[in-house]
Structures are given as C-alpha cells and as structure tokens.
C-alpha cells in the first residue's frame, strides 16, 4: 500500500514546497519544466486548481501523475473542479468565513463521490487572511477575510478547526496577494495547534520564505512567483528543505 500523504506530512521533519499550478494558466512549456525539477526532488506536493477556472484540471492531474511520483493534490476552488483522478484532495471548509455552502455544503455535495474514489481526503482548515486587497479568493467565496492585525481571531478560528477534527490548517493570503501572511500571525497559530500549518498567497521573495519558514509554517505554496518567473524555483526550494525540526 502506497505511503499516506499525510503521514509523510506529520512524520517526516522537514518543511515542504507545494506548486500551485492554475489549470488556465499551465501551458505544455511550462508543465515539462515542473516535471524536470520535480524529478530533481525540488517540489513535494503540486497542488492543482484555482478560484476560477475554465479548464477542468482533470487533463493537468493526469498528465502529471503520468510522469511523476510527487503527490498530485486536487485544490478545488469549486465543485466543477472536481475530479478523482489526484493522489489526493484538500476538502477545504472556509472556517473564516461564514458562507454554509463552503463550510460544509459542497462538502456534502461531492461527500459520496469521495468515498468512491481512491483519493486520500485531508480535510483543511481554510483561513483568508486580509492583507489590504481584495483577491479572487475573497471575491468568489463571497466571505470577509480576517484581517491580519486580529490574531485573537485567526488563532480562535485555527483551533477551532483542528478541535473539529480537520487535519490541516491553510493560512490563505490569495493568489497574487500584494503581503503575505505576517510571520507574527503564522507564528501565533503555529504555536496553537498540532496538525500541519500549510500558508499561501504572494509569497515572492527570499527572505519572505525564511521569515515564514521561521515563523513555523510546514507547507510553504507558491504560484504567481514561479508562474512569473520559473528559475527561482531552485533557491526557494533549497531554502525550504533546508530546515530540519
Ligand atoms: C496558494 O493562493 C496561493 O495559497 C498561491 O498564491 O499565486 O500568490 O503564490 P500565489
């Protein structure tokens, strides 16, 4: 029986990079580089999907699975997202929000085709944070981020979400976030749960990722900066796995 993604998460001690790849915006060029630094073990997880996509990212996941052992994990952004063909799925609750249909809605409606498939379910916590503009994430899910100078409230909601049993908190700037998630707030609920802390959303720098590293996030996911500018890959990789806990 293959290794479960999320032992390896919880038992192995080291932080770990997510690509997020946007099925609209992942052209043959780009996917075949990904692949290549994949194979060099610079990526540990691809994340697949986005807040609004036209293309199913079936064809995506597919293609990467046929050419790579990393986990390939579905990131819906809506139901129409949905497909069984990943390793595995972030079944997301937007617990900072107050919409019922992400909370638990779309998780019942896509519930019983779940439990057909062969995908591993990691159910998550998923926290917006406010870090001054209105993104994607906020605008289609119909919610209010937190802001991110209310870190009584974020930890509230991130241990309320591993009491309710998820098995993984995201901390959620959105994709081409001008800030990123402060380190101050990562390190305030890092220091309030157990399970895995994954955080998101404008990350583009260096220093950025060690400050968030430091600041104890265990999934650090990148888009825009590697959609942007694919090279750096190679450093920020190497800055992530070069924490050992
Ligand atoms: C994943 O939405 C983020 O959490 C990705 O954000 O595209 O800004 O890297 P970027």
Not at 197 to 226: F, M, P, R, S, Y
Request: glycine content about 6%.
């Amino acid at each position: 029986m293959k290794e479960s993604i999320y032992h390896n998460i919880i038992n192995k001690n080291n932080k770990k990079l997510a690509i997020l790849i946007d099925p609209d915006k992942a052209d043959e060029f780009y996917i075949n580089a990904l692949l290549q630094l994949a194979d060099r073990g610079q990526i540990d997880f691809f994340f697949v999907g986005g807040s609004l996509v036209a293309e199913n990212p079936e064809k995506i996941i597919l293609n990467l699975k046929k050419h790579t052992r990393v986990p390939v994990i579905l990131f819906p952004g809506s139901l129409l997202q949905y497909t069984h063909s990943a390793d595995a799925i972030l079944l997301l609750s937007l617990i900072s929000g107050r919409n019922p249909e992400l909370l638990i809605g779309n998780q019942v409606a896509v519930a019983p085709f779940l439990k057909k498939s062969n995908m591993e379910v990691l159910s998550t916590g998923y926290i917006l944070i406010n870090t001054g503009s209105i993104t994607s994430v906020e605008y289609i899910s119909n919610t209010v981020p937190i802001p991110d100078n209310k870190i009584d409230i974020v930890v509230a909601t991130a241990i309320a979400g591993e009491m309710l049993g998820l098995k993984l908190i995201y901390l959620e700037a959105g994709s081409g976030a001008q800030r990123t998630v402060s380190p101050e707030l990562i390190q305030n609920v890092k220091q309030n749960i157990t399970v895995p802390l994954i955080v998101g959303g404008g990350i583009k720098t260096e220093q950025q990722i060690k400050n968030i590293c430091n600041a104890g996030a265990d999934i650090i996911v990148l888009g825009t900066a590697i959609e942007k500018d694919l090279k750096q890959l190679i450093d920020f990789s190497e800055i992530i796995h070069s924490y050992h806990e």
